[in-house]
Nanobody, 112 residues
C-alpha cells in the first residue's frame, strides 16, 4: 500500500516562498506521474503541477513562472517550490501518485 506524506506547509506572507515535500513509500514511485493539487475552501480540488516519470512537467496557468515541481526517484520524493506566493494560493495542498493514491494534505496560508 502506497503512503504519501506531505511536509513544508505553513503560514507565509505575500511574496514569500515555501517548499513542499512529499515522501512516498512503495516500490513503484519511479514509474508514476506525480502531482500536486490544492483545494481552497468552497472550491473544487485543482491540479497545480505534475511531473511525469520522465521528468516532463505541466503547470496550472495560475502558478506558471512562480512554482516549480521536481522529483528525486532515488529518494522517492517530489517537491513543489512555491515563490512569489499570493493570498489566492491559500489552500490545502495534496500530493498524488499515479491515478489514485493521495496524501493527507497540508495547509498553506498566504497572509499578512
Amino acid at each position: 500500500q502506497v503512503q504519501l506524506v506531505e511536509s513544508g506547509g505553513g503560514l507565509v506572507q505575500p511574496g514569500g516562498s515555501l517548499r513542499l515535500s512529499c515522501a512516498a513509500s512503495g516500490s513503484t514511485f519511479s514509474i508514476y506521474t506525480m502531482g500536486w493539487y490544492r483545494q481552497a475552501p468552497g472550491k473544487q480540488r485543482e491540479l497545480v503541477a505534475a511531473i511525469s516519470s520522465g521528468g516532463r512537467t505541466n503547470y496550472a496557468d495560475s502558478v506558471k513562472g512562480r512554482f516549480t515541481i521536481s522529483r528525486d526517484n532515488a529518494k522517492k520524493m517530489v517537491y513543489l517550490q512555491m515563490n512569489s506566493l499570493k493570498p489566492e494560493d491559500t489552500a490545502v495542498y495534496y500530493c498524488k501518485q499515479g491515478p489514485r493514491d493521495w496524501g493527507q494534505g497540508i495547509q498553506v496560508t498566504v497572509s499578512s
